[in-house]
T-cell receptor, first 113, second 116 residues
Framework: GAGVSQSPSNKVTEKGKDVELRCDPISGHTALYWYRQSLGQGLEFLIYFQGNSAPDKSGLPSDRFSAERTGGSVSTLTIQRTQQEDSAVYLC???????????FGDGTRLSIL | AQKITQTQPGMFVQEKEAVTLDCTYDTSDPSYGLFWYKQPSSGEMIFLIYQGSYDQQNATEGRYSLNFQKARKSANLVISASQLGDSAMYFCAMREGNTGGFKTIFGAGTRLFVKA
């Protein structure tokens, strides 16, 4: 069956540009997470969607970051006015329910020049 | 305050020996879950094992077992009979209940090197 799909797999852009990262979770999974992983580091929580509840945005590092999840399925993470420190791998994960193991996508490697 | 602490940035183990990767956590929520994930050099995150806070027995999955000591708030991962393919980053994670908003937080990880 299909796993979590993220696109693009790689994104190179200039400082100051806006970027959109997409995540297609596993069908039927109610929970969706975004994480950021810098080189050699752990996973930094960004945002969490659970069903129709208001998302937990407590991990977003600044107001340049936003995310939405349409129809309880696909999610888009948007970074406005990108900075060099935004360079990282952005990982999306989904789980059947909040207390179930997460299934991760392959990530989007974002490089800001 | 760190909610998940992995104190071993790197570990070495001889092939076929057992190794314990440490994880301590901090929560006041009575309902929580603990997870371990493996991240090989290829980058994908692989779920290994889960322990619920109310589970009476330690979780086991094949060569993986979780040494859950609730009073000490520790959830160490034990890998028995290490294999070369076990070389990877290992992350401990905690999902809190209501007080933590149900989100999952990851530790900084431990890089395991298995020697032939």
């Amino acid at each position: 069956g299909a796993g979590v799909s993220q696109s693009p797999s790689n994104k190179v852009t200039e400082k100051g540009k806006d970027v959109e990262l997409r995540c297609d979770p596993i069908s039927g999974h109610t929970a969706l997470y975004w994480y950021r992983q810098s080189l050699g580091q752990g996973l930094e929580f960004l945002i969490y969607f659970q069903g129709n509840s208001a998302p937990d945005k407590s991990g977003l590092p600044s107001d340049r970051f936003s995310a939405e999840r349409t129809g309880g399925s696909v999610s888009t993470l948007t970074i406005q006015r990108t900075q060099q420190e935004d360079s990282a791998v952005y990982l999306c994960a989904s789980s059947l329910e909040y207390n179930q193991p997460q299934h991760f996508g392959d990530g989007t490697r974002l490089s800001i020049l | 305050a760190q909610k998940i602490t992995q104190t071993q940035p790197g570990m070495f183990v001889q092939e076929k020996e057992a190794v314990t990767l440490d994880c301590t956590y901090d929560t006041s929520d009575p309902s929580y879950g603990l997870f371990w994930y493996k991240q090989p050099s290829s980058g994908e995150m692989i779920f290994l094992i889960y322990q619920g806070s109310y589970d009476q027995q330690n979780a086991t999955e094949g060569r993986y077992s979780l040494n859950f000591q609730k009073a000490r708030k520790s959830a160490n991962l034990v890998i028995s009979a290490s294999q070369l393919g076990d070389s990877a980053m290992y992350f401990c994670a905690m999902r809190e209940g209501n007080t933590g908003g149900f989100k999952t937080i990851f530790g900084a990880g431990t890089r395991l090197f298995v020697k032939a």
